[in-house]
């Protein structure tokens, strides 16, 4: 029975589309008949403290010789030394959902630091495992990872159920990620904010603590736009009532800066959503033409003229519609995904 170690900072059932993915692939080479064991390490990750760095040398050095390791990127990418010392003990898989460095709001010493911290890193891993060929490229043009080590595992979708939008006065609008600098709803707010001559609503679901700062900005963004009544922050939800929130928007908007994969975006295809997002990353790769409309990262302008014309044209909105349901019809599954990730275990 073929067995691995799975490490992750944090709380596995943290609700980020990242823990998401680590969850499902778990569960997945669970059911394929793996043993899989958990190695949970402390809080504040990628910035771990002389504590976390202390936690995490204890656990790993307690861990057998010739263990096969995977290391969620959001550690490993911070544990170069610590990398580097086990390499010839253990078997490490790093896997990397977007590089630490392409985080929203660093400054450029910060970014500069995580760069060479997790190329040093990925050089002790003997596979990396990435969610999106975008990453893939990344790697190889800015870490320095031989194509021949990375191996492309994109995320599973729950396929949905297809069910008639509710009739309501304006548009539903769904945007679906922690509220942080990189997820860009300062963007989304300013666009929405020359857009209050149309009838529209915006629900925002995600964490409301992962960035303090940036949560008090948006609220204040959003009274100082007079859109209190029209914006909901709704913080973390359940399974159950996400889908809900799915099932009862017209449209998903995700003005990111950078996204690995983009979760959230497949999980609104299957849902038949349009889609509203930005040219960052992986996007380009995950939402097909026919089911979305891509702006640059952080144009104002250029989101709110894309938001104008899916509230003013409902052809077009049907359109992007039908095409968002079949390109979420064609997304991988959760098993597909973990027996992807169980073959790139098993190469040499």
């Known amino acids: 029975m073929p067995s691995v170690v799975f490490v992750v900072p944090g709380d596995l059932d943290t609700c980020t589309g990242g823990y998401a993915y680590d969850r499902h692939i778990i569960g997945g080479l669970r059911d394929a008949g793996w043993t899989v064991d958990v190695l949970a390490l402390a809080d504040g990750f990628p910035w771990p403290d002389a504590a976390a760095l202390a936690d995490a040398a204890e656990r790993i050095a307690g861990l057998p010789g010739g263990s096969l390791v995977v290391v969620d990127g959001l550690a490993f990418g ?3 030394e610590l990398a580097a010392r086990h390499a010839q003990r253990l078997a490490w898989v790093a ?3 977007h590089p630490l460095a392409l985080e929203t709001g ?8 995580l760069l060479d911290s997790e190329r040093r890193a990925l050089a002790a891993a003997r596979r990396v495992i990435v969610t999106s060929h975008a990453t893939a490229r ?7 990872v031989p194509p021949a080590r990375i191996h492309v595992v994109e995320p599973g979708t729950v396929p949905a159920a297809a069910h008639e939008r509710p009739a309501g006065d304006g548009l539903s609008l769904l945007c679906v990620a922690a509220v942080t600098p990189r997820k860009g709803h300062g963007v989304l707010i300013d666009a929405l904010a020359g857009l209050q001559d149309r009838a529209w609503t915006l629900r925002c679901v995600g964490s409301l603590a992962r960035s303090p700062d ?22 973390e939800v359940d399974a159950d009532r996400l889908a809900r929130h799915y099932a009862q928007a017209d449209a998903f908007v995700l ?3 950078h996204e690995g994969y983009g979760m959230a975006l497949a999980e609104a295809m299957a849902h038949g959503l349009p889609v509203v997002s930005t040219t960052a990353g992986a996007i380009p790769d995950t939402v097909p033409a026919g089911a ?3 702006v640059p990262p952080g144009d104002v302008p250029a989101l709110r003229a894309a938001l104008a014309r899916l509230l003013d044209d409902p052809a077009w909105r049907a359109s992007l519609a039908r095409g968002a349901r079949a390109a979420g019809a064609r ?3 959760w098993r597909e995904a973990a027996a992807r990730f169980a073959e790139a275990l098993r190469l040499p």
């Open 78 to 80: 911070a544990l170069p």
């Open 95 to 97: 896997l990397v959902h």
């Open 106 to 113: 660093l400054g450029e010493a910060q970014r500069r630091q």
């Open 138 to 144: 990344a790697l190889q043009r800015d870490y320095g």
């Open 214 to 235: 940036t949560v008090h900005a948006l609220r204040h963004a959003i009274a100082a736009h007079g859109m209190a009544q029209r914006v909901h922050l709704d913080g």
């Open 255 to 257: 003005p990111s800066f």
């Open 292 to 294: 979305g409309v891509l």
């Open 331 to 333: 997304l991988p599954g």
